[in-house]
């Protein structure tokens, strides 16, 4: 077999040269490597056309190789016949005298590396402003990448601290680990996504809030890794709950402070109406009855916006029954209730505020009594399992409205009836959308025209169990 035949036409560069660099022999492929002829090549040393920075090392790696018989690798520039510079790989061997060389261009290897890390320092320097990390877990190797960002937020050290999904999660607040442990889990067998805002506990014990986005990273179908985004939101959270307790405050001022002129309002009206007896004119009789009716509006809407404005940001976490709030609230209606009934599947326990969510359990039933249609009311209430949240739907039969005014009717003081029609002030389905949306859920809503209205809402889950076992699989009262 003529190996140097195939050493000749072979496309990846090789020589032969002396321990001082000169060269013996050349393939090919150096011409269309360099630009340079062979005959030229072959006239020269090796270090002759290396950059003049990297002469001094290459020599020190020559000398290394003459002092053993071990193979070498190393890059340096060697210049091409167009005067520029190409960064050439050298894997050498010394055999009997000789330098056996193999070379491979990595040129523009290097350059897209030099332009990666220069992305990735302008990510580091976006990172640190914004305050954002990200991450990425291969579930293959059930390896665990953090940025820098990320380890700061977390306290570690990136140089020496390498975690794994069990560890990252561990560092979450003991009461929100199986949370974590399910939304990842939902990523990972159900393709989903999830973002969360849960407390956090670093390194040196200090408790932070975090929020954390994840996407599943799916290729032919299956999950093979999670990346996402992670922010430590504890002193945007701080500074959003004192503007919010800033504004409660002034609501609840604005409540106490205008209700008392209306109060006087409508007491000078009354006064006027039992002193002037008979003696008002048609004319004047329709002016105070005006003045009292809009005075009265105008006290409703001011405790409403009193009302709106006491939602607390801060929700309390505690496990919640939605089978005993549903009832208990339904049980609160019983006497306006003339044959309407209620029907419920089997529903979970969640985490939230028990307070808020009997309001917004309320705010939604009282809907359904306002707007039934004429046929018998029914109210069903439901539940779906969706990854580490449940999915609560209450539907009921009533007179429904286009769905084009959706939006509309989750808009603060937007009624979607003429003035009067209906009792209410249009503050239902904005406060209930208020008291989800502070649970980290999301509230929409489906309508049709004499076809009822259904409203979605996402809360998470209290516990493993999907469904409270005490509860039949389904209910009417």
């Not at 018998?376 to 209450?394: C, E, H, T, Y």
């Amino acid at each position: 077999m003529d190996f140097e035949l195939l050493a000749r036409f072979s496309s990846e560069p090789l020589c032969i040269a002396l321990p001082n660099g000169n060269f013996c022999w050349l393939n090919e492929a150096w011409t269309e490597l360099l630009g340079w002829e062979l005959e030229v090549l072959e006239s020269l040393s090796l270090l002759d056309r290396v950059h003049a920075e990297d002469v001094g090392f290459t020599q020190a790696e020559l000398s290394r190789l003459s002092s053993n018989n071990t193979t070498i690798c190393f890059v340096s520039r060697f210049e091409h016949a167009d005067r520029s510079y190409r960064r050439l790989q050298w894997n050498m061997r010394l055999s009997s005298g000789y330098l056996y060389c193999s070379v491979r261009d990595v040129t523009e290897a290097h350059e897209t590396k030099r332009a990666l890390d220069r992305q990735n320092q302008w990510l580091e320097s976006a990172e640190v402003l914004a305050q954002v990390g990200h991450w990425h877990v291969d579930l293959v190797s059930n390896a665990v990448h953090w940025s820098s960002q990320v380890h700061r937020i977390h306290g570690t050290d990136s140089r020496v601290f390498f975690p794994d999904v069990q560890t990252a999660i561990e560092f979450y607040h003991p009461e929100d680990r199986q949370f974590v442990s399910n939304s990842v889990e939902a990523a990972v067998q159900n393709q989903l996504p999830f973002d969360f805002r849960l407390r956090l506990i670093r390194a040196d014990g200090a408790e932070r809030q975090v929020h954390s986005i994840g996407y599943p990273e799916v290729v032919s179908g299956e999950v093979v890794g999670i990346f996402g985004v992670f922010q430590d939101v504890t002193e945007r959270d701080r500074w959003l709950r004192e503007r919010n307790r800033e504004l409660e405050r002034f609501a609840y001022a604005a409540a106490h402070d205008l209700q008392a002129p209306l109060r006087t309002a409508l007491g000078l009206v009354q006064l006027l109406k039992e002193d002037g007896g008979t003696n008002w004119s048609p004319e004047a009789e329709d002016v105070l009855g005006r003045l009292s009716v809009h005075a009265v509006r105008m006290n409703h809407l001011v405790a409403a916006m009193h009302r709106y404005a006491s939602v607390s940001e801060e929700v309390r976490s505690e496990s919640i029954d939605l089978e005993r709030v549903v009832t208990e609230v339904w049980s609160e209606f019983q006497g306006e209730l003339d044959g309407q009934r209620i029907e419920f599947d089997r529903l979970p326990c969640v985490r939230g505020d028990r307070r808020l969510l009997k309001e917004a359990f309320r705010t939604l039933i009282s809907n359904s009594l306002k707007f039934q249609s004429e046929l018998l009311l029914q109210v069903r209430v439901s539940a779906q399992k969706d990854g580490p949240f449940w999915q609560i739907s209450v539907a009921d039969n009533g007179i429904g409205f286009p769905q084009t005014e959706a939006t509309r009717a989750l808009s603060l003081f937007k009624q979607l009836h003429r003035p009067g029609t209906y009792p209410g002030l249009g503050m239902g389905l904005p406060l209930c959308k208020r008291i989800i949306e502070q649970h980290g859920g999301t509230l929409e809503i489906t309508s049709a025209l004499g076809a009822g209205t259904t409203v979605r809402f996402r809360l998470a889950s209290a516990t493993e169990q999907s469904l409270n076992p005490s509860v039949p699989p389904s209910r009417m009262v």
